[in-house]
């Protein structure tokens, strides 16, 4: 038990489709992130939500979408994608104070494929 | 935009044995984290360093940074299988901004 959960674990999508990828977590953090794993590549951060609030968009395009509803969960809505967005989605979360981040728990992943 | 430089990507040691992993980065940050992958499972927070000179140990895994040098370092002592698995570092810049690494490979062989 993760204590940060991501359902689908796995999903297929044509490219036309649309899908929505969901994260939940109940360790009272304030802060989610989603992060793209790709094989041979460093993790990718994708967004940061921090008290709800996009802070950080590092240039995804908007063929994916978030969406933060409350501070425990979180949402990555898709549509149109492409074959290379083929890979293993993983959404995070951590307490932020003012002194910085604490370090991230992370869920298990959505591995989605694109044909 | 910062470069997380890991090194080995790759590394097989024989168990008991004694190594280090690198972590390389190219500007200054406030903090570092170092992760464990299992294969098919999800990221697990091992160590976070927040100051030059910081040193975390937890059972054979010691962690160390260097700000200076802009270096963290991973160590491993007396290998046990159950340390297979892939390391990643992270560094936490000013404000929301992470970066990993690309991660190190472990494999203990018996």
């Known amino acids: 038990e993760t204590g940060v959960t991501q359902t689908p674990r796995h999903l297929v999508m044509g490219m036309t489709n649309k899908k929505s990828l969901k994260c939940e977590q109940h360790l009272g953090h304030n802060a989610m992130y989603w992060y793209k794993q790709s094989a041979k590549k460093p993790l990718e951060l994708m967004f940061v939500y921090n008290f709800k609030e996009q802070t950080e968009n590092n240039s995804v395009p908007s063929r994916f979408s978030p969406e933060c509803p409350n501070s425990s969960h979180l949402f990555l809505h898709l549509h149109t994608l492409q074959p290379e967005d083929s890979a293993l989605y993983l959404c995070?979360?951590?307490?932020?104070?003012?002194?910085?981040?604490?370090?991230?728990?992370f869920g298990d992943g959505t591995r989605l494929s694109i044909l | 935009e910062l470069k997380v430089e890991q090194n080995p990507l790759f590394l097989s040691m024989q168990e008991g044995k004694n190594y280090t992993i690198y972590c390389n980065y190219s500007?200054?940050?406030?903090?570092l984290y170092w992760y464990r992958q299992d294969p098919g499972k999800s990221l697990e927070s091992l160590f976070v360093l927040l100051s030059n000179g910081a040193v975390k140990q937890e059972g054979r895994l010691m962690a160390s940074l260097d700000t200076k040098a802009r270096l963290s370092t991973l160590h491993i002592t007396a290998a046990v299988h159950d340390l297979s698995a892939t390391y990643f570092c992270a560094v936490d810049m000013t404000g929301n901004q992470f970066y990993f690494g690309t991660g190190t490979s472990l494999t203990v062989i018996p």
């Open positions: 500007t200054t940050s406030d903090r």
């Open positions: 995070a979360s951590s307490l932020y104070t003012g002194q910085g981040r604490e370090p991230q728990h």
